[in-house]
């Protein structure tokens, strides 16, 4: 630039801010004029925003409005409601560059050039990563922290905290017109070079610098030289990229992209490393990118130190991404560093596998859970979150860690956040993991941030609290606390239906029902919505909240499932049911068994007595004296058989019915009496969750808890011709339904025979529908499995009959 021109462009300079300094005034004076004519009716009028932006005066009238536009909203990813630089009534749709600016460009470099200028609509396949918006977060937590550990990062990732010295928009403005000096002669040394000067920019002026015309020419260079640019000078561009604020879905991040993924097999560790953590920071979405690192990485393995394999666990993670390939060597790997990592190194570990649904061995995930437990003292809050979430995906028994957090989740409580806390409770629930002192600070510690809940969070928390069985007199104000914040929040389940339900199962467990809650849920509006989604499981918990309110609210008069919906969803429980559950060797057998004892298939059936519980029941009849009656039911059908039965006079009467309890069988009984039985092992599926069963006083004939007390032996003995005297008029009704549930260690606590909320419910349900509840607990049913056909027979007659004395007395 001459010396000529360079004064020119300074007196331009003047003549602008003296421009604005006028126009300042004028507003000023108008208002001051008006001010007392219009406050009366409108109140005071605020001075209108302006931003101090000299090229806005020099630029053409084409120009000033690119200018205008951009600050007047264009970049998407501000957050909504951020107040505007100017009035959004300066938008000027098109392509403001005029053709004289382009003239001698070919037609290719005009495209170029449009794609860079629209880059908002042209840039569409690169989208940002959206997260779901909640409320301000009452405690910020640096997801970062880790790359503080060891000086090593600085090499690979992008430091915030080191900004270079600030540009001022002068120097900037002189360098973009220098753009238009030597567009034909620029280098890809020269455009790296005006690019990193331009990120020097103050953020507040980026603004400025996006907007101005000859940036526009100079992504165009951009794009034009993009294959001449060396690795470290295409890092470097999208640094000033970062620094400048560029749209994450702008055209010419995609062609970046391409880039990059078309020379990940020649780049570096460090470099792939950089450049990954770099689109992160855009919040670009890059699966082209990702997808080709994922492909080379494991070149690289050999070179990966600890902080590589840390930072590329977090690349995995916030990219949710990682190949299934890449698992195996990734365990050897994290294995071999394992002693060598810090609190906050290990903690993101366990979130990147957590974010990536990335599932390692389950000695590799203990492993990783006990360096962490060493170290605990020096991980944050955050990362003991992270651990949790880590836990719950991978389904880890990890109790030394548990019996940790009742010391630590106490400690740590009052400067946890809410979305902290919930993901604490919720891993709880999840592991079926229930402890007293970790529940009660995290509902002492929730009322206090009320005001910062996501519906997420409400909830969650209503879900793990009434899964674990919390009832709502045991914490003050819990439930109605969290239910109030559903009420707030209630506008964001048009967008996430799912948290509404999930709040109102967890509330349903508890025995609470909110009846404005569920008439939203259930009204026709809200099914049509979540049923658009396409999700089956909002189907079944539409059916479960449907089903729970005709049986626990009989006078509910608001909405309900249309019988077709219901029909549709029961079709597939049942579907289900047959080809898992109906399938499982406890509930065969006991199938069996109960239909060798009590006479045959037509006393027996197997079928969802309640559809909307999503689960099975061994279903008996009995008249009463006790002797079973015939039933036949439809499996897909809620009620059963009618009183008189279904399948005809085969009563008790009908025919030999039951086991002959012959001299033979009570020597057999008598001698099993004496013996003591090996202890089972448990299943190999749940090596980890097997409980210490008490053994009773006397040897039991079944070594599951069950003595052969006097009165067992009296129901063993009781012959089937015993009938009530004749004339005598029996208090009972004519027809006694049992439930006969196989559970199993997923229907209860941790280590506890406490069943959690969804089996609780049921139980009750049945009970509300007149069902009597007998249960076959895995604790006593499953060693049975390997003993003999007459222990079995034993172990049922005595639990169905001995609850039916019970019951008498």
């Not at 690169?126 to 977060?137: A, D, E, I, S, T």
């Not at 909002?538 to 029909?567: C, M, N, Q």
Request: net charge positive; hydrophobic share 40%.
């Amino acid at each position: 630039m001459s010396t000529r021109a360079l004064l020119r462009y300074v007196a331009k300079l003047r003549h602008a801010h003296s421009h604005l300094r006028l126009e300042c005034r004028h507003i000023s004076s108008r208002q001051k004029k008006g001010k007392h004519e219009g406050e009366e009716e409108n109140g005071p009028e605020k001075l209108q925003s302006l931003v101090y932006n000299p090229s806005a005066y020099y630029q053409n009238k084409v120009e000033r409005s690119v200018l205008l536009r951009d600050a007047s909203g264009l970049d998407e990813e501000k957050e909504a409601g951020s107040p505007a630089v100017v009035s959004a009534v300066f938008r000027q749709p098109g392509n403001p560059y005029t053709v004289s600016s382009s003239r001698r460009l070919s037609s290719a470099k005009n495209m170029l050039l449009g794609l860079a200028l629209n880059g908002e609509a042209a840039g569409k396949r690169n989208k940002p990563v959206k997260n779901q918006k909640g409320n301000k977060l009452d405690v910020k937590v640096d997801t970062r922290a880790f790359q503080r550990c060891r000086p090593e990062y600085s090499s690979f990732t992008h430091d915030v905290s080191r900004r270079p010295a600030v540009l001022h928009i002068k120097e900037a403005l002189l360098l973009l017109h220098k753009v238009t000096l030597i567009k034909g002669n620029m280098e890809p040394s020269d455009i790296t070079s005006l690019l990193c000067e331009l990120g020097r920019v103050a953020p507040e002026q980026t603004v400025v610098v996006r907007g101005d015309t000859c940036f526009y020419m100079l992504l165009r260079h951009t794009m034009e030289s993009l294959p001449s640019f060396t690795h470290t000078q295409l890092l470097e561009i999208l640094q000033s990229f970062l620094a400048l604020e560029l749209s994450p879905s702008h055209a010419v991040l995609g062609q970046l992209e391409s880039e990059f993924a078309r020379r990940a097999g020649v780049m570096e560790l460090r470099q792939l490393l950089l450049a990954a953590d770099l689109w992160r920071s855009l919040r670009c979405s890059v699966p082209q990118y990702l997808e080709r690192l994922g492909d080379v990485i494991s070149r690289h393995f050999g070179q990966m130190g600890p902080p590589e394999l840390v930072q590329f666990m977090y690349v995995l993670g916030e990219s949710r991404y990682c190949p299934a390939s890449l698992l195996p060597p990734l365990e050897v790997l994290l294995m071999r560093h394992l002693d060598r990592l810090k609190g906050e190194e290990l903690v993101t570990v366990c979130l990147g596998l957590f974010k990536s649904q990335s599932s390692l061995s389950e000695g590799a995930v203990r492993r990783l859970v006990d360096r962490t437990l060493a170290v605990i003292e020096h991980v944050s809050d955050f990362g003991l979150v992270n651990v949790m979430k880590l836990m719950r995906f991978s389904h880890l028994d990890h109790v030394p860690w548990l019996e940790a957090m009742a010391n630590e989740v106490p400690r740590r409580a009052p400067q946890m956040g809410v979305q902290g806390l919930m993901h604490v409770a919720l891993a709880c629930s999840a592991l079926h993991y229930r402890d007293d002192r970790i529940l009660l600070s995290v509902a002492q510690h929730l009322p206090q941030k009320a005001s910062h809940y996501r519906s997420k969070d409400a909830a969650k928390l209503l879900w793990a609290f009434g899964t674990l069985g919390i009832v709502p007199g045991q914490y003050t104000s819990l439930y109605s606390g969290l239910t109030e914040v559903l009420r707030e929040r209630q506008a964001e389940f048009q967008r996430f239906p799912e948290h509404l339900l999930t709040a109102l199962l967890g509330l349903a467990f508890a025995g609470e029902f909110p009846h404005d809650l569920l008439s939203l849920a259930l009204s026709p509006t809200f099914i049509r919505q979540a049923s658009q989604l396409q999700k089956m499981e909002l189907k079944k918990d539409l059916f479960t909240l449907d089903g729970t309110v005709g049986i626990e609210l009989p006078g509910w008069t608001g909405p309900r499932l249309s019988p077709p919906l219901r029909e549709e969803v029961t079709k597939q429980l049942w579907d289900y049911a047959q080809s898992d559950v109906c399938l499982k060797m406890e509930v065969v057998e006991a199938e069996s068994m109960l239909k060798e004892l009590l006479g045959g298939e037509a006393f027996v059936c197997k079928r969802m007595i309640l559809p909307h519980m999503r689960s099975i029941d061994l279903e008996v009849h009995l008249d009463p004296s006790d002797k079973p009656l015939s039933l036949t039911s439809d499996p897909l059908v809620g009620s059963p058989a009618s009183d008189e039965g279904s399948c005809g006079p085969l009563g008790w009467e009908a025919g030999h019915v039951g086991v002959n309890l012959t001299d033979d069988l009570l020597a057999q009984l008598t001698h099993a009496k004496n013996t003591l039985l090996q202890p089972s092992a448990c299943p190999a599926r749940c090596p980890n969750l097997c409980p210490v069963e008490p053994q009773g006083e006397r040897g039991g004939i079944l070594s599951v808890g069950v003595d052969l007390s006097d009165d067992l032996w009296h129901a063993l003995t009781k012959r089937k011709g015993l009938s009530p005297a004749v004339g005598q008029v029996p208090s009972r009704p004519a027809r006694r339904r049992l439930a006969i549930q196989v559970t199993n260690r997923n229907h209860y606590c941790y280590r506890t025979r406490q069943l959690l909320g969804l089996h609780a419910m049921k139980r009750r349900q049945l009970e509300l529908e007149g069902y009597g509840v007998v249960e076959l607990p895995y604790w006593e049913w499953l060693p049975l499995l390997r003993r003999a056909r007459v222990e079995k027979l034993a172990y049922l007659h005595c639990k169905i009959f001995s609850s039916l004395e019970a019951a008498k007395r």
